[in-house]
């Protein structure tokens, strides 16, 4: 829609703040947010014929400019720390009007939409933005509403977004120029100085793993979920490169979603309308669902292409490895749409050990699964420089620390209390390396981690023997269907077994020793599954 057609939302943004915008465009549908991003210069076209833009000097997420107000409300409910950084109401105050301010004489656009399919927890959102292509990030990753909603939907929240603005952190309270501010009070997000748009995606999750626990006993989730035939639902957490997108977009059960999910007495639903999913490496071949759903409407952030054409080199990281993607949940052929399950039967712990430890699968006692949730581990590789091979641990509470705003232990307990009264098997499944570290050893298959995962959703591993590490204490099964049994046991793949115990040791040993900050407010049953080292 043009500024003429849409007069009473000019003196909505007039409420916000936002005074005399040059052009307000509502509501619009995908190929004309492609157009004006083509047309303004800010995007191309792939071969595929999705859209592609590059979102300048931030490609991920910046979560030590995140910020959350401090007030009556938050004060003593949020767990102040190095993501969940206090700012005064003044201080917010005085950058919204700033940021509301530099909207003036510019096109805006507005975008309403809505988080969690569960009708039960659906919470309004508006979105502003300074860009088309932002606009189009919205409606691939938001719950859509339909036409004749949009008479009568208001906004409990509102995302303002604007790259261009730039803090000046010598007056504005930021770190620096770029920031996210959050005031649960006013129920706005601003965002200014990053063009990244994961800021809005995670803006959204932040506020929502606030609000359900804390106000509605929901637990919510840094997870992907799925469902199969029978109806049984699966629960894939971890942090990002784990293999969360990959394994539960699954052409034989139906997709609930990909990443941030709320699990309720009688649900698990998901909060998103769409799929933010990493682009990096990516083939046909390896993730066939993902690459069918980069097509007209998709939104690619910050690849480039082969030489001379159109067609995107997915291999090519001279831009960032955070290479992402978004589409709207219903290019996935099998998605579940509305995107609401039923409660899990199984969970998947996904880790990326870089130090060739971990089985790459293994059963979870309940006990187990509150330790690694707490824990929620993974390593990463210390980058592609010459002669740099040394993995890096990295713990991040309930797969998802810069996103809780609430200790990370009422998280854990809202978990336990549904497993015990569900009676759902947890595993944890090693995605990472085996045969040795990174530099030494090999990844993990993808077809045998398949394997694995469909072995224990079809029931077939609760058949088979296991057998108990001896420092971490998970159970190991001794077979799987097609599997080769020496991969099962990770010391098998090693052929310095004791250097695989060193290493073992070493690990366990990090573990025991980023626990200690949780373990007064661990009952004596999770400190039970610490390692044995």
């Known amino acids: 829609m043009q500024a003429s057609s849409v007069r009473d939302f000019v003196a909505d943004l007039s409420a916000l703040g936002i005074r005399q915008p040059a052009n307000v465009y509502y509501q619009l549908e995908p190929s004309v947010l492609v157009s004006q991003t083509l047309s303004r210069r800010q995007g191309a076209l792939t071969s595929s014929g999705a859209l592609s833009v590059n979102t300048g000097k931030f490609t991920g997420r910046s979560p030590k400019d995140k910020f959350i107000v401090k007030d009556h409300l938050t004060a003593d409910t949020v767990n102040w720390n190095d993501f969940n950084i206090p700012v005064s109401a003044e201080t917010f105050d005085n950058l919204y009007k700033k940021i509301t301010g530099y909207f003036s004489g510019k096109d805006v656009w507005i975008r309403d939409c809505y988080a969690c399919a569960n009708p039960a927890y659906r919470i309004n959102i508006q979105v502003i933005t300074d860009t088309p292509w932002a606009n189009l990030f919205a409606y691939n990753m938001f719950l859509r509403p339909a036409e004749e909603e949009l008479e009568y939907m208001h906004p409990e929240w509102t995302i303002i977004q604007a790259p261009g603005f730039l803090a000046d952190p010598a007056v504005d309270g930021t770190r620096q120029p770029n920031f996210t501010m959050v005031s649960f009070t006013r129920k706005t997000i601003i965002i200014g100085g990053t063009a990244y748009t994961g800021e809005i995606k995670k803006g959204i999750f932040t506020i929502l793993n606030y609000i359900l626990p804390h106000e509605h006993g929901v637990l919510s989730m840094h997870c992907s979920a799925n469902q199969g035939k029978d109806g049984d639902t699966a629960i894939f957490f971890g942090l990002s490169g784990t293999g969360k997108t990959t394994l539960s977009a699954d052409p034989h059960r139906k997709l609930i979603g990909d990443d941030e999910h709320g699990w309720a007495a009688d649900s698990v639903f998901n909060f998103e309308g769409g799929c933010y999913a990493k682009c990096i490496d990516l083939s046909e071949e390896k993730e066939p669902q993902i690459y069918r759903a980069i097509r007209e409407g998709a939104l690619l952030e910050n690849i480039t292409f082969h030489e001379n054409t159109a067609v995107v080199n997915y291999a090519d990281k001279v831009i960032t490895e955070n290479t992402r993607v978004s589409y709207p949940l219903h290019y996935i052929d099998n998605a579940m749409i509305p995107s609401v399950g039923s409660v899990p039967q199984n969970i998947f712990f996904l880790t990326c050990d870089a130090y060739g430890v971990l089985p790459p699968i293994s059963k979870l006692t309940p006990e187990q699964a509150m330790y690694q949730f707490i824990s929620g581990y993974t390593a990463r590789v210390a980058g592609t420089e010459a002669g740099v091979t040394e993995p890096s641990t990295t713990f991040s509470t309930c797969f998802g620390a810069p996103f809780l705003p609430l200790h990370p232990v009422q998280y854990a307990k809202v978990l336990g209390e549904k497993l015990r009264s569900h009676k759902v098997q ?35 591993l609760e058949k088979m023997s296991y057998k108990h590490d001896v420092v971490f204490g998970f159970a190991i099964p001794e077979a799987c269907p097609g599997v080769p049994e020496h991969i099962l046991d990770p010391r098998n793949t090693w052929e310095d077994k004791e250097a695989y115990d060193v290493q073992s040791r070493e690990l366990a040993a990090r573990f025991v020793k980023n626990f200690e900050k949780y373990a007064s407010f661990a009952d004596h049953e999770i400190l039970s599954a610490s390692p044995n080292i």
């Open 426 to 460: 947890v595993w944890l499944v090693n995605t990472g390396w085996t045969g040795g570290a990174y530099g030494i050893g090999q990844r993990i298959k993808l077809g045998y981690t398949r394997a694995m995962v469909a072995a224990a959703l079809n029931g077939q």
